[in-house]
Nanobody, 130 residues
Framework: QVQLVESGGGLVQAGDSLRLSCTGS????????MGWFRQAPGKERDFVAT??????????TESESVKGRFTISRDYAENTVYLQMNSLTPEDTAVYYC?????????????????????WGQGTQVTVSQ
């Protein structure tokens, strides 16, 4: 059974950086695309970023508020995917979820849709104060 455990969230100030981690316990990590989504209070879950199973392709949200500030990466030896977040603003406050997708073919549109992922973590809270 696949389990995804996020960590690295917390309370930070605007302008700070955080690196979120998501470690997978199953045998499918190396053959899966890994994504990050976030859900702010009272809002729908939004796509943030995805990295393909090879690590050679990444997809990011088209949101101008995120572009250039977040970077997704993965470490196969550690079965972990990371989300480096820089220059955080209060608008980044949300629960961040990682997800694992087993399909073989990805595109930016496919990556942005949560229904294309097979497993989800429980989430980690990120709160950014003024």
């Amino acid at each position: 059974q696949v389990q995804l455990v996020e960590s690295g969230g917390g309370l930070v100030q605007a302008g700070d950086s955080l690196r979120l981690s998501c470690t997978g316990s199953g045998l499918t990590f190396a053959s899966a695309a890994m994504g990050w989504f976030r859900q702010a209070p009272g809002k729908e879950r939004d796509f943030v970023a995805t990295i393909t199973r090879s690590g050679g392709t990444t997809y990011y949200t088209e949101s101008e508020s995120v572009k250039g500030r977040f970077t997704i990466s993965r470490d196969y030896a550690e079965n972990t995917v990371y989300l480096q977040m820089n220059s955080l603003t209060p608008e980044d406050t949300a629960v961040y979820y990682c997800a694992e997708g087993l399909r073989r073919s990805w595109s930016g549109n496919i990556a942005s849709r949560g229904e294309n992922y097979d497993y989800w973590g429980q989430g980690t809270q990120v709160t950014v104060s003024q």
